[in-house]
């Protein structure tokens, strides 16, 4: 700009004296005006908010404001010269003569002069002028106090801070101080950072946030205006799904399809009937699978996103109807259509317990989150919480669950989501004692918790995958269709880059994908034989996504253009494909 060279490291820079230049903690400094030039419109009045001098295609960005802000910008990156060139150049300065003179006088000290200024710099909202006097107050006090200027403080708080009539919490605070100087350091709660006299330019930052916009140039403004629009364009793409794609402020963002897994890396055969149910660890490293042959399956992921069979575990006399991992992976539940639950070691294989109550089998399990008791479950519509041993510690009988139901626990343990009824799920706050409801005019097949535990994603006997906001007051805000189901429970999940994709199983034999957000079916996979189950996206690689399927068969999808090292044969329960179905 003008020669001025901008390049330079901040180190290197000329040091200006204080009375030249002021740094801020906010990044802006107070300069004295430069005679004869054109730093004399410090003094002039910014230009009204009715400014029609506007800038961009849309029209929609007023000069001054875009100048001003692209200066905030260029003082708190370091480029003070250019700053102060710019606002020379455009006759438009950051701020106000009266702001600049009140940071100044913040800065060193003054607090009479600042309060006087602060009525001059065109505040009208009273409220506003005394929250940021009661600061600039209690910072005069915390610094007498450390001058040891007791009698000073006290006059400070009894006839300017007391008479503001505000805060008077904190006003009983600061007089603990006067009686006990040494509990001044431990006299604020933990959610403030005011511990004595803070530094000035964090008093000025307090005050920036204070104050309007308008009159201080809120601290990274223009950073935030540019990282909103980042976000705004990454959260309109349809195919965002990479969290290492460079976003870049040269182009608009767009990803394409090929972000999205739509491709067979590996067919997993190590089932010998209908796979009905699959999850990925949260780790991403291991994949359980569950069968109509009796079994489950935990199946490892390396490093290259290959999947191989790693324990095959028998024992259950009914098929198995779902799995459920430890918060630590380390563990792994599978419960067998109203049967027993049992508890496995995922590294070595073995069976550590088998969970049965008399005369009732279950139907569900799931771990409470610290892993020291799970829950379960039972065909007499009661769900109940177990010690890892075996003891039954609590039983919620009624009508809390059904023969055929999901079990999910919140991340803190606190709440159990089940289904209570065809059409209702039920969500059981443990502590509180309080029972919500979800209630669908559809009868309900099955649901999935996001791991915010913020959200449901409820399938329905009409096609349709309802989504739920269960924080606070239950709502309804997304729906999802295309899939087709008619006999079998299919079952749908999040996945992708921060959850914002969903996916389901089909009885059409594909894989569907709809972005989250926007309910737009993304695409159908086809490659599966029959009905497609239980699908689950890696929680660790958000372009690994697994399918279970009535033909045997576990599918990994992977990107199209991904390189993975191929096999012509079988290899322990695997077979690895080109990309074809």
Known sequence: MGGV????????????????????????????????SLRDLMARPLPSEGDE????????????????????????????????????????????SMVNLFTQQILDGHWDESLATLSKIGLVDESVIKSASFLILEQKFFELLDAEKVMDALKTLRTEIAPLCIKNSRVRELSSCIVSPPKCVVVCSPKQDIVRAKSRPKLLEELQ???????????RRLEHLVEQALVLQREACMFHNSSDRDMSLYTDHQCGRDQIPSRTLQILQGHTDEVWFLQFSHNGKYLASSSNDRSAIIWEVDLNGGVTLKHKLSGHQKPVSCVSWSSDDQQLLTCGVEEAVRRWDVSSGNCLHVYEKAGLGLVSC?????????????????????????????CWKGQRTLKISDLEATSDGKQII??????????????????????????????????????LLVNLLNQEIHLWNIEGEVKLVAKYKGHKRSRFVIRSCFGGLEQ??????????????????????IGALPGHSGAVNCVSWNPANPHMLASASDDRTIRIWG??????????CHSNGVHYCNGGT
Request: hydrophobic share 35%; with cysteine.
């Open 53 to 96: 001098d506007v800038i961009g295609p849309a029209g929609v960005i007023k000069r001054v404001e875009f100048v001003r802000i692209i200066a905030k910008a260029l003082y708190s990156l370091g480029y003070t010269k250019s700053g102060a060139h710019l606002e020379e150049e455009s006759g438009i300065p950051l701020h106000s």
């Open 559 to 568: 990107l199209k253009d991904l390189n993975v090292k191929r096999k012509d």
């Open 418 to 455: 089940t289904m209570c009824k065809e059409s209702a799920l039920l969500l059981l706050d443990r502590e509180a004692k309080v029972e919500r409801f979800i209630e669908e005019d559809q009868t309900i097949t099955s649901f999935s918790l996001s791991r915010d535990n913020k959200f």
């Open 500 to 521: 914002a994709f969903i996916a389901s199983g089909s009885e059409d034999s594909q894989v569907y994908i709809w972005h989250r957000a926007s309910c737009d079916l």
């Open 209 to 219: 946030k204070l104050l309007p916009p308008t009159i201080m140039i809120p601290e």
């Open 366 to 394: 799931g771990w409470h989150p610290d892993r020291k008791w799970i829950f379960s479950g039972a065909n007499d519509k009661s769900i109940c919480m177990w010690e890892l041993g075996g003891k039954e510690l609590e």
């Open 5 to 36: 060279e901008d390049d330079e490291p901040a180190s290197k820079r000329m040091k200006l004296s204080s009375v030249e230049l002021r740094g801020l903690s906010n990044g802006s400094a107070f300069r004295e005006p430069v005679a004869g």
